[in-house]
Antibody
Framework: EVQLVESGGGLVQPGGSLRLSCAAS????????MSWVRQAPGKGLEWVSV???????YYADSVKGRFTISRDNSKNTLYLQMNSLRPEDTAVYYC???????????WGQGTLVSVSS | ETVLTQSPGTLSLSPGERATLSCRAS???????LAWYQQKPGQAPRLLIY???SRATGIPDRFSGSGSGTDFTLTISRLEPEDFAVYYC????????FGQGTKLEIK
């Protein structure tokens, strides 16, 4: 059974940083295309970033230059380093498997990031 | 960017009825790269349909997807109580974008 468990969310001031983690079981992070998708409170879904099994990385324009996706193969864990956070980054952040960077078939339960002074 | 517009915003129906949800794209979606998700309060989205019409693993056959180009439809043939939720479409032919969602509520 595939399980994705996010952690690392919390309250941070504008301009601050946070690192989210997504621990995987039942799948190998390094062998899959893995994404982060976020959802602002009461709003819809927004794709944030993807890392391919081969290491290619893409970002949404809204986070490019501020967020960094990475993985630790030894820990089977996906990360999202978020810097220069803005109030509009407030959202639940989900990690998800995205086969060949297409749809999202396995999702974690999400972790809430709140950016506020 | 491909903008997806879902309609209606809210759909009020009774269990046993048929639900038809629409997703219209601002430009043609390449190779029918369109997916549908169901989301219940406090839960992560759940993949229902990919490739416009292929059901994901474990999805009941009362859920079906159709369409091509710019117009896509999710149909739930006979609503069960657990089907009342928010539904999102997503295109993955040109980066990734989601529709704003359709809330399916009990009438």
């Amino acid at each position: 059974e595939v399980q994705l468990v996010e952690s690392g969310g919390g309250l941070v001031q504008p301009g601050g940083s946070l690192r989210l983690s997504c621990a995987a079981s039942g799948l190998t992070v390094s062998s899959n295309y893995m994404s982060w998708v976020r959802q602002a409170p009461g709003k819809g879904l927004e794709w944030v970033s993807v890392i391919y099994s081969g290491g290619t990385i893409y970002y949404a324009d809204s986070v490019k230059g501020r967020f960094t996706i990475s993985r630790d193969n030894s820990k089977n864990t996906l990360y999202l380093q978020m810097n220069s956070l803005r109030p509009e980054d407030t959202a639940v952040y989900y990690c998800a498997r995205s086969p060949f960077d297409q749809y999202f078939d396995y999702w974690g339960q999400g972790t809430l990031v709140s950016v506020s002074s | 960017e491909t903008v997806l517009t879902q309609s209606p915003g809210t759909l009020s129906l009774s269990p046993g009825e048929r639900a038809t949800l629409s997703c219209r794209a601002s430009q043609s979606v390449a190779i029918n790269y369109l997916a549908w998700y169901q989301q219940k309060p406090g839960q992560a989205p759940r993949l229902l349909i990919y490739g416009a019409s292929s059901r994901a693993t474990g999805i009941p056959d009362r859920f079906s997807g159709s369409g091509s180009g710019t117009d896509f439809t999710l149909t739930i043939s006979r609503l069960e109580p657990e089907d009342f939720a928010v539904y999102y479409c997503q295109q993955y032919g040109n980066s990734h974008t989601f529709g704003q969602g359709t809330k399916l509520e009990i009438k």
